[in-house]
C-alpha cells in the first residue's frame, strides 16, 4: 500500500505489536481513531507531555475498572506554531462495544489537562479518506478455534476484512508527510507499554 518512502515502518512496527498483542489476548478488539489538538494561541512548550499525559490518564481509567487498552500516537507539525496528534486506541472488545464512551472521556480528560474548553479538539475520525462520512472505530473478532469447515473460513474472512480496514485507518499514523518537525530530542511518537515475553526488554 505504502512506498519505503512514504510511510515509517518504526511506526508501522509499533503499531502492529499492539495490535496483535490486543488480539493475542482478546477475543474482541475495538480499534478507535481520534485526532487531538490544541485551541487556538496556545502557549505550547513544544513536547508531548500534554499528550502522554491524557494518554495516560485515560489508559489508567479504563485499567481501573479492568479493561484492556493499548495506545499508540504520532505527533504531526507542518507550519502551524503547536504540533497536533493523531492516536489509535485498542481496547477490549468484550467490555467496550462502542467507542463513544472513550471519545468523551478523552475530551474530559483533554479539556483538564490543556485549562481549556476541549470542544471540538478531539476528532472523532469518522469521515473517509475521500471526506465522506464513515466510522472510526474497526471491531475485530477473533475467529473461534471451535469453528470449523466453513464457519470457520467466513470467521477468517471477517476477520481479514476488519484487520484491513483497521491497517487502512491506521495508514494515517505512518505516513512520513508533516512529521520530521519536532524539536531536537522531542519524539514523534509514543505508545503503552507491552509486557516483555520472557527474555526480552520491555517496549515503550
Same mark, same amino acid.
Given at each position: 500500500?505504502? /512506498?519505503?518512502?512514504?510511510?515509517?515502518?518504526?511506526?508501522?512496527?509499533?503499531?502492529?505489536?499492539?495490535?496483535?498483542?490486543?488480539?493475542?489476548?482478546?477475543?474482541?478488539?475495538?480499534?478507535?481513531?481520534?485526532?487531538?489538538?490544541?485551541?487556538?494561541?496556545?502557549?505550547?512548550?513544544?513536547?508531548?507531555?500534554?499528550? /502522554?499525559?491524557?494518554?495516560?490518564?485515560?489508559?489508567? /481509567?479504563?485499567?481501573?475498572?479492568?479493561?484492556?487498552?493499548?495506545?499508540?500516537?504520532?505527533?504531526?507539525?507542518?507550519?502551524?506554531?503547536?504540533?497536533?496528534?493523531?492516536?489509535?486506541?485498542?481496547?477490549?472488545?468484550?467490555?467496550?462495544? %462502542?467507542?463513544?464512551?472513550?471519545?468523551?472521556?478523552?475530551?474530559?480528560?483533554?479539556?483538564?489537562?490543556?485549562? %481549556?474548553?476541549?470542544?471540538?479538539?478531539?476528532?472523532?475520525?469518522?469521515?473517509?479518506?475521500?471526506?465522506?462520512?464513515?466510522?472510526?472505530?474497526?471491531?475485530?473478532?477473533? +475467529?473461534? %478455534?471451535?469453528?470449523?469447515?466453513?464457519?470457520?473460513?467466513?470467521?477468517?474472512?471477517?476477520?481479514?476484512?476488519?484487520?484491513?480496514?483497521?491497517?487502512?485507518?491506521?495508514?494515517?499514523?505512518?505516513?512520513?508527510?508533516?512529521?520530521?518537525?519536532?524539536?531536537?530530542?522531542?519524539?514523534?511518537?509514543?505508545?503503552?507499554?507491552?509486557?516483555?515475553?520472557?527474555?526480552?526488554? +520491555?517496549?515503550?
Amino acid at each position: 500500500m505504502f /512506498s519505503q518512502r512514504s510511510h515509517r515502518q518504526d511506526i508501522m512496527d509499533c503499531i502492529n505489536a499492539r495490535v496483535e498483542h490486543m488480539i493475542d489476548n482478546h477475543s474482541k478488539v475495538l480499534a478507535i481513531r481520534c485526532d487531538v489538538r490544541y485551541p487556538q494561541g496556545y502557549p505550547h512548550d513544544g513536547t508531548n507531555g500534554d499528550v /502522554s499525559k491524557l494518554m495516560k490518564l485515560v489508559k489508567e /481509567s479504563h485499567t481501573e475498572r479492568k479493561v484492556g487498552m493499548h495506545y499508540v500516537w504520532v505527533r504531526e507539525q507542518a507550519t502551524s506554531e503547536v504540533p497536533h496528534y493523531h492516536a489509535l486506541l485498542l481496547v477490549n472488545g468484550d467490555r467496550v462495544r %462502542s467507542p463513544y464512551g472513550i471519545l468523551k472521556k478523552m475530551e474530559d480528560v483533554w479539556g483538564r489537562v490543556i485549562g %481549556s474548553d476541549p470542544s471540538g479538539l478531539v476528532d472523532h475520525c469518522n469521515h473517509a479518506h475521500d471526506g465522506k462520512p464513515g466510522i472510526g472505530h474497526v471491531p475485530l473478532k477473533r +475467529p473461534s %478455534s471451535k469453528a470449523q469447515g466453513e464457519e470457520r473460513t467466513r470467521q477468517e474472512e471477517r476477520f481479514n476484512a476488519a484487520r484491513a480496514e483497521l491497517d487502512d485507518r491506521a495508514s494515517y499514523l505512518i505516513k512520513t508527510h508533516t512529521k520530521g518537525g519536532a524539536p531536537k530530542r522531542v519524539r514523534e511518537f509514543g505508545a503503552s507499554q507491552l509486557k516483555p515475553k520472557r527474555g526480552e526488554a +520491555p517496549q515503550d
